[in-house]
Every structure is written in structure tokens, then in C-alpha cells.
């Protein structure tokens, strides 16, 4: 077994400058596309929720014009926190935001109360429908580049985790309790993925500090300068902007990352695949929905057949091809479950078909296989790799950060585990990996566990669990987060 430790990929910022760090890197450089004529200079936003709600959401949102100091780090880990620069066009992000009275819609107090004591799946469903039927109304103005969906504090009475979105979730029967607060939000996001802007489910606490009455959830909340970076980075990729990207040098090949990842329908009758595909060079990602899938009796795992695994190829390809007019020469495969023979030979077929040169395949692995121990109190550091066989690499992609002189997280790291099909350099698909791990604007967090490409993947099988199979829906992943 040979281990390592890899650097901290860069990424990059406007003007082509690079920083390891989100946050730092906006503070100090801009956004990535700050100086293209089509970065988002004023970001219209709407608001659906209660009155109470709605006025203290406003409030916040005019603060945010204004810088937040950080929260006061220990000794020595001063790169922990940094302030929020304010929303503004002066610095950060280099863009200002605008909300009216008039694009506010108010939910009736009617539509709250039938959560009260419980919620049924039945009252979740109604209960996000009145929501969706707000937001539609905002879209249809044509005003708004983002709609903020205020959700309402009376689901986490009936939720016991109250975790915003609990992936691979599964349903339970129509008639009992449910897990309000993520089914709430994925059908919230599966009935919105057809209007003109996405929206940004936001908690009320993001703004007051405080827990919910009702909120069983032990996770203290960050400092109000960190909720503002993660809300706002998240604000300016959903108005069509840039916040960074993963630098490219030109003697990189041309790659296009896509992962598969498996969702079950609420009725549990079918399994499908959610698929998610990543472009290098924007750092954007598109969404395309694969075709049904069987758990193997051989392994217990979830595959695809032949036909199947060659279409999402080619439709990935495909859709590669719209937004860059010329195809990759490198095509990777990120998935959550092994790769079967059926699989390998249907994705090398898609490939050959459209001509791409250079096929990858890996499993990506959670929650098993062996963990490392690092002298001292601190975890491994983010970025330590152990080989395990030619085929297979621990990859630690949460872990001790030395920018940070800490380990940033509440609980003991475990790394994720690589499995490669055929010639691949596992090294070089860890540094991938680990890049892609902070891709999320969903957040502007340094060190995301899983790659962008199967996170997207199982956010949008959350989704569109909920949508059915001959219902439009959005192919941005701006529409899931």
C-alpha cells in the first residue's frame, strides 16, 4: 500500500486569479466571469411566505448590502472565518440586489395550519402545491431571476431529523407521518422545475439565528457571516453567474465528468437513474435522466443494461456538444454502484459512437473499506490518498485543512473509496475528485465530501422522484439545488 498527500487544488477567480478558498478568493478577486458582459449585475428576486415571515426575510436581505463581521476565530486559525463583504456592486461578488413589495406573494395562514400537529404525505403535497402556485405567479411577471421560498417552521414538528434534503429518502405510506421537511422540499423543487427562474428554499433561522421552536436539530448554527456566503454564493449562480471554476491549462484534454446515481419512485414500484453531467470548463452542470434500472441479485447493487448505459453516453455527448459545438476527447464516469459488464461495454459503445477517444470509468464508493489513523488529535489531512491496489485508492476528501490549522467538521472524517475499470490513473482521478469536491455553489464550503458530479446526481434523483416520466422538466442543475 503506497499513501499520500495531495495538494489543495485551486480554483479560479476573475482575471484568470487562483485561491484555494471560496470565500477568499471572491473577497479578493471577484467572481469568475466578473468581467464578462453576461455576469448578473442586479439580481431581481421574488418571495413567497408567510407575512411575518416574508417582512423579516426583506429586512435581512437590505443588511446584506452591508458587510457582517466573522465570527472571532481561536488563536492561529484566523483563515477559518472570514466577514461577508456585503452584497454590492462596490466588492465580493460585484453585484447588488433587488426586491419590491410588489414581488412578494403572502401563503394564507390556512394552508400553515394544516401542518400543525403532524403532517400527513397528503397535507405535505398540498401544502407545497400552494407554495408552487406562488412562485409560478413570480415567474410569470417575468421580474424575477430567483424566487426565495420561505419554509414553514411547522415541518419540523413532524420531522424528527429536519434535515434539508435527506438524500435517497425513503417514502413511507401516504396515510402515516412522513419526513416533512425534505419531501416538502423536493416536491416543492419538483413542481417549480418548469418555471422561467429556479427557486432557494431558505429556513428562518438563516436570518434570525435562532432554532425553530420546533427544530430537532443538534447542529449548532453557523455565525451569521458564513449563512451569508453560503446563501448569496448559491443567489449568484441561480442568476446565471460564475462564482469560480476549475482552472484549465491548455494542454489539458478536452473532459466532460457525468455521474449516475439511482433513485427510487414514491411508490417504490421502479428504479431509475439520475444522471448529472459536469463541464469542465464552466464548471456548469446539466441534468439528464437515464432509463430504468434493477438491483442485481449478484451483488445487490443497482445497474443499468447494455442499451441504457450507451443512450446516457450518447445523450450526455450529446448535450456536451449543444452548449461547447465540439465533442471531449476524455469522458469520465462517476457512479454510485459497481460497474457490470453489461455497463462497461454499453458506456465504451456510447463513446465509440460519438467518436471519444479517452473512456474512464470509477466507482465511487461511501462508507466502507478501511480509515486511517494521523498522529496527534487532528484527522488525516484533506487530500491524503492511500493505494490500496492497482485498481482501487482511499481518497480523504474531508479531513485536517493546514490553510486552516484545523479540522473544520463535527465528525470523524471518512474517505470515500476509488475503483477504476481498466487503464486509469487513479492518482490523477483522486486530484479530480478532489477539485470537484469543491464545486457546489450550493455553498461556498472548501471540502465537500462526495464530487459535484454524484452530490448533483443524488439531489436530482431526490427530485425527480416526484416528477413523472413524461413531464417536461429543467436541465439546469441551478433547478435542484
Known amino acids: 500500500m503506497k499513501g499520500r498527500v495531495l495538494d489543495e487544488p485551486a480554483l479560479e477567480f476573475r482575471a484568470g486569479n487562483r485561491h484555494i478558498d471560496p470565500r477568499f478568493g471572491i473577497a479578493q478577486f471577484g467572481p469568475a466571469d466578473a468581467d464578462m458582459e453576461t455576469a448578473p449585475r442586479r439580481i431581481t428576486v421574488g418571495v413567497v411566505g408567510t407575512t411575518r415571515a416574508t417582512d423579516g426575510l426583506q429586512k435581512w436581505l437590505d443588511s446584506c448590502g452591508s458587510s457582517f463581521d466573522r465570527k472571532v476565530p481561536k488563536p492561529g486559525q484566523e483563515n477559518l472565518f472570514i466577514d461577508f463583504p456585503g452584497f454590492n456592486n462596490e466588492g465580493g461578488f460585484l453585484a447588488e440586489l433587488v426586491h419590491a413589495d410588489a414581488l412578494v406573494r403572502e401563503i394564507p395562514n390556512a394552508d400553515i395550519r394544516r401542518l400543525a400537529g403532524g403532517a400527513s404525505a397528503d397535507a405535505v403535497e398540498r401544502t407545497a402545491s400552494a407554495y408552487a402556485n406562488e412562485a409560478r405567479s413570480l415567474s410569470e411577471s417575468g421580474q424575477c431571476q430567483t424566487i426565495f421560498v420561505i419554509r414553514p417552521d411547522e415541518l419540523d414538528s413532524a420531522d424528527p431529523r429536519a434535515e434539508e434534503p435527506a438524500e435517497d429518502e425513503q417514502q413511507e405510506e401516504a396515510s402515516e407521518v412522513v419526513d416533512a421537511g425534505s419531501t416538502f422540499h423536493d416536491i416543492l423543487k419538483a413542481k417549480s422545475l418548469g418555471l422561467s427562474c429556479p427557486i432557494q428554499v431558505i429556513r428562518e433561522e438563516t436570518w434570525t439565528g435562532k432554532r425553530s421552536p420546533n427544530s430537532k436539530r443538534e447542529r449548532p448554527l453557523q455565525d451569521e457571516a458564513s449563512r451569508a456566503w453560503n446563501l448569496f454564493t448559491a443567489l449568484y449562480y441561480k442568476a446565471g453567474g460564475t462564482p469560480w471554476r476549475l482552472p484549465r491549462i491548455s494542454t489539458d484534454l478536452a473532459s466532460c465528468f457525468v455521474g449516475v446515481s439511482f433513485y427510487r419512485t414514491p411508490d417504490q414500484t421502479a428504479l431509475h437513474t439520475a444522471v448529472a453531467q459536469v463541464f469542465n470548463q464552466r464548471g456548469d452542470g446539466v441534468v439528464v435522466r437515464g432509463g430504468q434500472a434493477s438491483v442485481s441479485k449478484d451483488d445487490r447493487q443497482p445497474h443499468l443494461n447494455g442499451e441504457d448505459s450507451k443512450k446516457l453516453v450518447i445523450d450526455a455527448l450529446t448535450e456536451f456538444k449543444l452548449v461547447h459545438k465540439h465533442m471531449p476527447a476524455r469522458l469520465v464516469v462517476h ?69 486552516f490549522r484545523t479540522y473544520p467538521g463535527m465528525y470523524v472524517p471518512s474517505p470515500i473509496q476509488l475503483h477504476s475499470v481498466g487503464d486509469v490513473d ?45 413531464q417536461p422538466f429543467a436541465t439546469r442543475y441551478a433547478y435542484y439545488m
Do not use: C
Open 335 to 403: 457512479k454510485s454502484s459497481a460497474f457490470n459488464a453489461a455497463e462497461e461495454q454499453g458506456f465504451a459503445a456510447g463513446a465509440e459512437d460519438k467518436d471519444v477517444s479517452q473512456l474512464e470509468l470509477l466507482w465511487v464508493q461511501n462508507g466502507s473499506g478501511p480509515r486511517l489513523f494521523r498522529s496527534g488529535q487532528l484527522p488525516p489531512l484533506r487530500g491524503t490518498v492511500l493505494e490500496l491496489q492497482d485498481d482501487s485508492m482511499l481518497v480523504y476528501t474531508r479531513g485536517s485543512i493546514p490553510f
Open 426 to 470: 487513479l492518482t490523477n482521478a483522486a486530484i479530480e475528485v478532489l477539485g470537484l469536491s469543491k464545486m457546489n455553489w450550493n455553498n461556498a464550503q472548501l471540502d465537500e465530501r462526495e464530487p459535484l458530479t454524484l452530490r448533483t446526481a443524488r439531489r436530482v434523483g431526490s427530485i425527480l422522484k416526484h416528477v413523472s416520466s413524461d
